[in-house]
C-alpha cells in the first residue's frame, strides 16, 4: 500500500484520538479503537517505535477495560506480534502471536470465536516461524488454516485461495516445489473464477506461479502464464 495512502489515514485518527481525549467523560473503548487505528497506519509506513509503542498501550488498556479473553484482546496482540515480526524482534513477535492464538482458542472454546480472527493469528504465527525455519509447526498451522476456511467457507472461496497461496510459499520454501506448483494453481483457479483476472490478488497468485516456473527452467510455460 502506498505512502500516500497511509499519511493521509494517519491525521483524521489523530485528530478523533485528541478529541476523545479531551473528553471529560471518554468513550474508552471508542479512543482505543482510533488508537489501534492509528498504530496500524504508524506501522504500514515503518513507523515501528511509536506503533508498537501504541500498540502495548491499546493492548493494556483493553485488557483492563474487557479482560484478558475478548476479541478486542485477541486483535491487539496479533497487531502488536505484526509490528514486532517487521520490527526486527522475532522472538517475541513469536510469543504474542502465539498469545493472541491461545486466546482465539479460548473464545472460541466458549463459543464466542472468530473464524477470520483465528486463521489470521495462524497465519501469523506460522509467519514468524518461517522466519526462523521452523517448517514443521509453520506447515501444521498453514494446514489447519487451510482447512478452517473450507470449513467456513467450501472449497472455491478467495479466503481459500489466500491460505493456498501461503501454504504454496512454506512448501516453497521447504524444497517441495511440486507441492507448491500444486497449492499456487489451486489458488490461481479459485481466484480467477471470484475476483476475475485483473485483481491483484489474482496477479499475485499469477507472479507466484510464474516465478516457480521460471525458477524450475520451465520457461515456455511461464511466458504463457505471464503474458
Known amino acids: 500500500v502506498s505512502r500516500c495512502r497511509y499519511d493521509q489515514a494517519l491525521d483524521p485518527p489523530g485528530r478523533a ?13 471508542g479512543l482505543l479503537d482510533v488508537l489501534s487505528e492509528r498504530a496500524w497506519c504508524e506501522h504500514h509506513l515503518g513507523e515501528y517505535p511509536s506503533a508498537e509503542a501504541l500498540c502495548r498501550d491499546v493492548l ?25 515480526r517487521h520490527a526486527g524482534a522475532p522472538e517475541e513477535a513469536e510469543e504474542t502471536a502465539r498469545a493472541a492464538l491461545t486466546t482465539w482458542d479460548a473464545l472460541a472454546a466458549r463459543g464466542d470465536g472468530d473464524d477470520y480472527g483465528r486463521a489470521a493469528a495462524r497465519n501469523l504465527l506460522a509467519s514468524a516461524l518461517e522466519d526462523r525455519g521452523a517448517y514443521d509447526e ?20 478467495p479466503d481459500v485461495a489466500a491460505s493456498l497461496v501461503n501454504l504454496g510459499n512454506l512448501l516453497k520454501l521447504r524444497g517441495d516445489r511440486r507441492g507448491a506448483g500444486e497449492s499456487y494453481r489451486r489458488a490461481l483457479g479459485i481466484l480467477r473464477d471470484r475476483v476475475g483476472p485483473k485483481s491483484p490478488d489474482t496477479a499475485l497468485a499469477l507472479n507466484n506461479l510464474g516465478a516457480l516456473y521460471v525458477g524450475d527452467r520451465r520457461l515456455e510455460e511461464a511466458e504463457a502464464l505471464l503474458r
Open 138 to 157: 509453520a506447515g501444521e498451522l498453514r494446514r489447519a488454516s487451510l482447512d478452517a476456511m473450507v470449513a467456513a467457507h467450501g472449497e472455491d472461496h
Open 17 to 29: 484520538a485528541a478529541a476523545h481525549a479531551a473528553d471529560p467523560r471518554p468513550d474508552e473503548a
Open 60 to 84: 493494556t488498556r483493553r485488557r483492563a477495560l474487557f479482560g484478558a479473553v475478548h476479541p478486542s484482546v485477541a486483535w491487539s496482540q496479533f497487531r502488536l506480534a505484526d509490528v514486532l
